[in-house]
């Protein structure tokens, strides 16, 4: 606990860990959630530091992105801890766990130390943080702390954190693990694309510059090869392996039939929601990495996340400017926005009836915290953390460029008609958005992680 005074949720649709609602209040000590009830007697918390009445609004655990780019430091004109940790916290997301690839790159405990300190000085949600791996395998891997995991960049990258030689990888993979305790070791997330098919299809469609051809490019084979690849090498040492932002019905099909237990997968909202056809409408600002698919890629990745083959939500939030992104193809950067437009873009599946709301939070919060090992988050129940959001169940509103938060200033998703937008952003029991405002004077906290059992 902190010396932080009570805060009283009053009247809120409360989503419980059994995944059904309570219309109650919820009483907030300090940094964590002390009571739910269906009324609390505002006499029996003492000191309130306020009340919030959360009438016709729906309290949710706060959303934990596992995947973000936030640029910092090196190349904070795109973006940097502050303005994301802002986009955050008016969508939701509680907490991140940020990747490597800044300027320096983060492959060592004190390049990390010095990103935990920046988070300090400026970050309104939680945050933690991945160590790269490079072909040296730097003993940093095993030991800098808190880290959430070691990252590899098996394609879709370049310098030192490409890493797309087996030999390599199987070093990696085996550097610290007992093969007798699976799932045991310090968790490995990939960027799982063949580096040298991308390589060998660049040269084969080289001059054109319409931007659809880069989901040809970086194709679905591409993209399976470097999954198969990772999978062998996780069997073969027992490795805790998290796939990231799994892009095909390709690697959804193989993750169905041999997904071991020690293995997760998360898919973005952009490859749900967007497919090939986008780029016909927005042009380069569609373009990432691993590419846009086909709406059949989309519709088997939609199948295998309802049905826990895919077990997380992330946003890949991999920013850049609009003069970046107005280049033309090939010249124009990958990636894309997100962390503001999560939680609306899948609640907004929800009141279409393509999931529940319950659905919804187990991917972007409860089993990220499990798979992860982050304590006391994922879920609304006394003693846990008070990272909460109150969302607005009931209003639409679109996705405009001018209220996006994040430095970049744009959206693949503008003029999408929305609901869920959150109302109210609670971190640690403090507010961190309210209506419109962030708090700037509200701080997150370095995440920690327990070693899996």
Not at 155 to 173: A, I, T
Not at 203 to 215: C, L, R
Not at 376 to 392: E, F, H, M, R, W
Request: some cysteine.
């Amino acid at each position: 606990m902190t010396d932080r005074p009570a805060l009283l949720i009053r009247n809120a649709q409360i989503l419980l860990p059994d995944g059904t609602f309570l219309q109650g209040d919820v009483w907030i000590d300090g940094d964590r959630i002390h009571r739910v009830a269906p009324e609390i007697d505002a006499t029996d918390v003492g000191e309130i530091a306020r009340e919030i009445d959360a009438t016709g609004l729906t309290l949710l655990p706060g959303a934990i992105d596992p995947q973000v780019h936030f640029r910092e430091p090196g190349l904070e004109y795109k973006e940097d801890l502050r303005t994301a940790s802002h986009a955050c916290a008016k969508g939701g997301v509680t907490s991140f766990l940020e990747m490597p690839n800044t300027k320096p790159l983060t492959t060592t405990q004190a390049t990390l130390q010095d990103k935990l300190d920046r988070a300090a000085s400026k970050c309104v949600v939680n945050y933690g943080f991945f160590i790269g791996a490079t072909a040296e395998g730097l003993p940093d891997l095993l030991t800098a702390n808190p880290v959430c995991g070691i990252k590899i960049f098996m394609g879709s990258m370049h310098g030192d954190l490409l890493v797309d030689e087996e030999p390599v990888l199987d070093r990696l993979f085996g550097m610290g693990q007992d093969p007798d305790r699976p799932g045991h070791g310090r968790l490995i997330a990939v960027h799982a694309e063949n580096q040298a098919r991308i390589r060998q299809r660049r040269e084969q469609f080289a001059g054109i510059t319409d931007p659809a051809i880069h989901s040809q490019i970086q194709d679905n084979q591409a993209a399976l090869e470097a999954t198969q690849l990772a999978l062998k090498l996780s069997r073969k040492h027992r490795r805790r392996l998290h796939i990231l932002h799994m892009s095909t019905g390709d690697e959804a099909i193989l993750m169905r039939q041999e997904k071991p237990a020690w293995v997760t997968c998360e898919v973005t909202p952009q490859h749900l929601l967007l497919d090939v056809g986008a780029y016909e409408t927005i042009g380069t600002f569609a373009q990432m990495n691993p590419p846009l698919r086909s709406p059949e890629d989309c519709a088997i990745l939609w199948q295998a996340l309802l049905d826990g083959v895919i077990d997380f939500i992330a946003t890949d939030h991999a920013p850049h400017t609009l003069e970046e992104k107005a280049q033309p193809y090939p010249n124009s950067p990958s990636g894309m926005p997100g962390v503001q437009t999560s939680l609306p873009l899948m609640l907004t599946q929800a009141a279409q009836g393509r999931c529940t709301v319950a659905q919804v939070m187990q991917w972007m919060s409860s089993n990220v915290a499990r798979g992860f090992g982050i304590p006391n988050k994922g879920a609304i129940a006394p003693g846990l953390d008070a990272d909460l959001v109150l969302v607005d169940l009931k209003t639409y509103r679109p996705v405009l460029r001018e209220e996006m938060l994040s430095k970049c200033g744009w959206s693949p998703f503008e003029g999408w008609n929305l609901t869920g937008w959150p109302v109210y952003t609670i971190v640690g029991g403090q507010v961190a958005y309210e209506q419109g405002q962030i708090n700037e004077a509200a701080r997150g906290r370095a995440l920690t992680f327990e070693p899996a059992t």
